[in-house]
């Protein structure tokens, strides 16, 4: 059984249909691309898969653990509990914090027991507070930004700003993992680095991957599978290999230009 499966899935806003009985499933382990010209529907099949808006219809399942849940139309907060972290497309970080609070406000709502211990500063708070830090420096340390814990958040390059969105939904300890452009913005250098990292936060983290990205070089460098969007429907699905040489793809994708190699 597939670790997410979305039927169907169709969210109209007013007369414009954003995305269209999409049908897609993400097995655990796999690490996927979901591509597809400006406009076409990546974003919102996003935010329906993490409860931003709920589907018109369609379904959307979630199996972990061999537990599966219905989690369309759930509120973010549940999605994000029942194992899916996800970034933006758009930084969303808090700015005026530092680096390392911000990884800490994203595990703390994991723990069991924070606000009351936290407000009455009683046991277990104190060791409570110690691990979130030392975890919190672990994330950072794996995202190449702990020597900026005590940085703010403001004050770091747009590129390091991306590697500490990922590492506040890592800290939501995800088991399907959703990166929206996670290179926007970036030179090929760092483009180049993030696609190793991406690689190797999968493997280190046994985690399932879904990302939406523009730069082709890292899509079909690391992805096993793609999706392809057009005007809100799935035209596509394969292997790079597949997808890059479906004449569907070439022809919605790239305006019939070859879709770039690796
Ligand atoms: N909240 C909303 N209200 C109205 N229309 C919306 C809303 N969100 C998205 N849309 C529309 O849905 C369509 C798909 O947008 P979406 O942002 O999902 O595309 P995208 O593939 O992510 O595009 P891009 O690559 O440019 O980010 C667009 O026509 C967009 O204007």
Same mark, same amino acid.
């Given at each position: ?135 919190? #420096?672990?994330?950072?340390?794996? +995202?190449? %930004?702990?020597? !900026?814990?005590? @940085?703010?958040?403001?004050? &770091?390059?747009? *590129? ?49 991957? #879904?990302?939406?990205?523009?730069? +082709?070089? %890292?899509?079909? !460098?690391?992805? @096993?599978?793609?999706?392809? &969007?057009?005007? *809100? ?30």
């Amino acid at each position: 059984m597939s670790l997410l499966e979305a039927t169907k899935l169709t969210r109209n806003f007013g007369g414009l249909t954003a995305v269209y009985e999409a049908d897609l499933h993400i097995d655990a382990g796999e690490l996927v691309g979901l591509i597809g010209p400006n406009g076409a529907g990546k974003t919102t099949l996003f935010n329906l898969l993490t409860g931003v808006y709920p589907p018109s219809s369609g379904t959307i399942t979630l199996t972990i653990d061999g537990k599966t849940e219905d989690i369309g139309g759930r509120k973010p907060y549940r999605i994000c509990a029942a194992g899916v972290g996800r970034t933006f497309q758009n930084i969303r970080l808090f700015k005026d914090l530092s680096v390392l609070d911000n990884v800490a406000t994203a595990l703390q709502q994991n723990l069991p027991y924070p606000l009351f211990s936290a407000l009455f500063h009683i046991p277990p708070f104190g060791a409570t507070e110690r691990r979130i830090r030392s975890e919190s #420096l672990e994330l950072l340390e794996v +995202m190449g %930004l702990g020597g !900026k814990a005590n @940085e703010l958040a403001r004050n &770091l390059s747009y *590129g390091e700003q991306r590697h500490l969105e990922i590492a506040r939904a890592l800290a939501t300890r995800p088991s399907l993992l959703l990166l929206d452009e996670p290179a926007a913005g970036m030179n090929p250098f760092e483009t180049a680095e993030l696609t190793a990292l991406i690689a190797k936060l999968r493997a280190d983290f046994g985690l399932t991957v #879904l990302l939406i990205e523009h730069d +082709m070089s %890292l899509v079909m !460098k690391i992805c @096993e599978r793609i999706y392809v &969007l057009d005007h *809100g429907i799935v035209i596509a699905s394969g292997t790079p290999d597949e997808v890059r040489n479906n004449p569907k793809v070439i022809e919605a994708y790239l305006g019939g230009e070859e879709v770039g190699n690796a």
